[in-house]
């Protein structure tokens, strides 16, 4: 049944596919930017910048709407996720909140890891993600429900590849390797992966709108294959049909030079039994496939 929904975001990566892949699926869809990229065809265009606090509520105010779903795909702060509360506790029946697979703490991680730990990250990126979650889970929300994905590694058309410091996000890496140039990775690029199509991410998101058993629950978000990191860039190189030559950078000194990149240097796996069971779309696109929508999507 076609829903309303409301995207905070919408011309990002994530949130941009989000708003195409809900129109395609025939919801009415709102965006709320900044104004400053293009929206995909067909959403109603909301324009403030949250951290306007005054400007954003009384945007959403003037929509004069009530919405199924709001998707809040680029809350970072605490006070993004309590914003969320306040604004949208009367106005939404339901509300997804983007995480991240970072707020867990690298050294403590489980394999595969599940939703609950005793180490979460209390600083950086995922420190601050994981007070968005905890504002969710003790604020008062009323009778809108919730519920926080975590996506892993995510990837797709409409962003760069690569998936480690050095060639994370990295514009030039296809022409790096059609080039022969050695990719520098940490590790050698032996921790292990989960990659998130960024369709299937979206397709996930969706589906939780009105999903009793999604209410309440933070689910761990990742693809079906588990991966080498060097796999990932082996994948690339073999659609390009060039060889991958790799080199491999000690872990202990790049974390010395640079302990932030410590989220990404560890194995990233996850058990997804409590996505399984509670009747959301659970991601199915290969490795294989979704990098070779990636990389072609970058040659077009």
Known sequence: MPSKILIIGGSGFVSGTVAKIAIANG???????????????????????????????????????????????????????????DVFRNLAHHLAFVSTDFVFAPAHRQFPQGEETNHYLSDGYGGKKRLCELALINGDTGDMQWTVVRPCHIYGPGSQLGCLPLHGRDPQLI??????????LIGGGHFLQQPILASDLAN????????????????CAAGPDIIESRDYYRIIADILNVELSVEEI?????????????????????????LKTSGVKVPQTSIEQGLREHVESLLD
Not at 32 to 41: E, F, I, N, S, V
Not at 175 to 184: D, I, M, N, S, V
Not at 204 to 219: D, P, R, T
């Open 27 to 85: 919801h009415s869809v709102w965006t709320m930017t900044r104004g400053q990229r293009p929206l995909p065809d067909g959403v109603i265009s909301l324009i403030a910048d949250r951290h306007d606090q005054k400007a954003f509520a009384r945007v959403v105010e003037e929509a004069e709407t009530e919405w199924d779903l709001v998707i809040d795909c680029i809350g970072y702060e605490e006070d993004d996720a309590k914003q969320d509360i």
């Open 175 to 184: 022409p790096k390797l059609r080039a022969g140039e050695t990719l520098q």
């Open 204 to 219: 996930l998101l969706l589906s939780v709108g009105g999903n009793e058993k999604a209410y309440g629950q933070i689910f």
């Open 250 to 274: 000690p872990v202990s000194g790049h974390l010395t030079a640079h302990p932030e990149t410590a989220p990404f240097l560890c194995h990233r796996i996850y058990d997804l039994n409590r």
